[in-house]
Structures are given as C-alpha cells and as structure tokens.
T-cell receptor
C-alpha cells in the first residue's frame, strides 16, 4: 500500500535556526513527490515537485531533496512568515493523478 | 491568472441534512479533484474528473456523497445525508498536463461542520 509519513508532527524554531523536515514514502512506481505549504484557513500552496532520486530544488529559504525512500525540506535561517504546515505528497504511475499526502509538519518560527 | 474558486467558504449543518459545494477550476485545466481534509490530517482524494468524465471515485462514499462536472468546467460535490464524521475541509484542485507532470493547484476549501 502506498504510504507517506512526515516527521516531526510539529517543530518550533527560533528565527534564524535552520532545520529539516522529513517525508518518508513507500510507493509502487514514483511519478513525482510534491511539497505544499498550507496556512491556517487556506488551501495547500504548491512549492516543489521532485521526480527522481538525487534531485534538488530551491526557493528562497527552502530546499527540497529526494532519495529513493525519503525527501527532506531544509529551511535555512527561517523567518516568522515561514510558519505554516508543510505537506508532502506522492503520485504513483499506476494511480492516475491521485496525490497521497502525509499528515503534515506544523512549523512555528518565533522571533 | 485567477486561482481555483470555491463556495461557500463555511457551512454549518445538522446531521442528516444535505449540503452542496461548488468549485470553479483554473481556466483551461482539464482535470479536477475533490479532496477531504480532516483536522490534523493530510488531504484524501474523494473523486477525480478528466473533463466531465470520472477517472477515480474509489474512495467516495457513494451511499451519501455524489459529484458531477457538467460541461467539463465547474463541479459540485453533494453530501446527503450528512454525518458527524463528515466535518472536514473539502478542497477542490485542478491541473493540466505540462510535458511530463501535472501540478495540482488547490482552492481555499469549504469548511463543513456537522452538528
């Protein structure tokens, strides 16, 4: 069964304190791994798509990496505005466009 | 470019009542999805449309949930009768095939509370 597990469930950082979020997955034929950001009361906002092991993508203070079993979202020198829930999702070749999501990591960055 | 639109944004009903949600996808996006997000969990797919045809409705509770996408654009999701466990955020997403990957863009969601 295709599955996505994110850790930690919640992460509290001080402004400027770098850290990483983990997304472990099992999927029969990975078509793509997606990272989304979700603010309270809003829908998920697309951040990155990763297609193959070894791939990396960056956007401002965020950098996503992918291996055959997991993905990391590295946050460098975070700011309070980076506070949100970060969702990881996988898409498999044999399941159309369906995204299978993890439960998310709730990030809080204090000034 | 306008994003995915959903209405209403909030809805409170009593159990056994019926409710309907509406979604207008991004212009030109052929694929439309409805997801259910229970508090503290990630979204879970309910149904996927390609134009006005159903691609995947394997996780849609068909005894009480129904969805349609007339003319391949707007879509409605209906619950009848609602149960307490249907309290959740209902997210609509749309996508188009760009070379090798379809990126799904989400609307703001409809927050449903069943009392």
């Amino acid at each position: 069964e295709d599955q996505v597990t994110q850790s930690p469930e919640a992460l509290r950082l001080q402004e400027g304190e770098s850290s990483s979020l983990n997304c472990s997955y099992t999927v029969s034929g990975l078509r793509g791994l997606f990272w989304y950001r979700q603010d309270p009361g809003k829908g998920p906002e697309f951040l990155f798509t990763l297609y193959s092991a070894g791939e990396e993508k960056e956007k401002e203070r965020l950098k996503a990496t992918l291996t055959k079993k997991e993905s990391f979202l590295h946050i460098t020198a975070p700011k309070p505005e980076d506070s949100a829930t970060y969702l990881c999702a996988v898409q498999a070749y044999n399941q159309g466009g369906k995204l299978i999501f993890g439960q998310g990591t709730e990030l809080s960055v204090k000034p | 470019e306008a994003g995915v639109a959903q209405s209403p944004r909030y809805k409170i009903i009593e159990k056994r009542q019926s409710v309907a949600f509406w979604c207008n996808p991004i212009s030109g996006h052929a694929t439309l999805y409805w997801y259910q997000q229970i508090l503290g969990q990630g979204p879970k797919l309910l149904i996927q449309f390609q134009n006005n045809g159903v691609v995947d409705d394997s996780q849609l509770p068909k005894d009480r949930f129904s969805a349609e996408r007339l003319k391949g654009v707007d879509s409605t999701l209906k619950i009848q009768p609602a149960k307490l466990e249907d309290s959740a955020v209902y997210l609509c997403a749309s996508s188009f095939l760009d070379r090798v990957m379809e990126t799904q863009y989400f609307g703001p969601g409809t927050r449903l509370l069943v009392l």
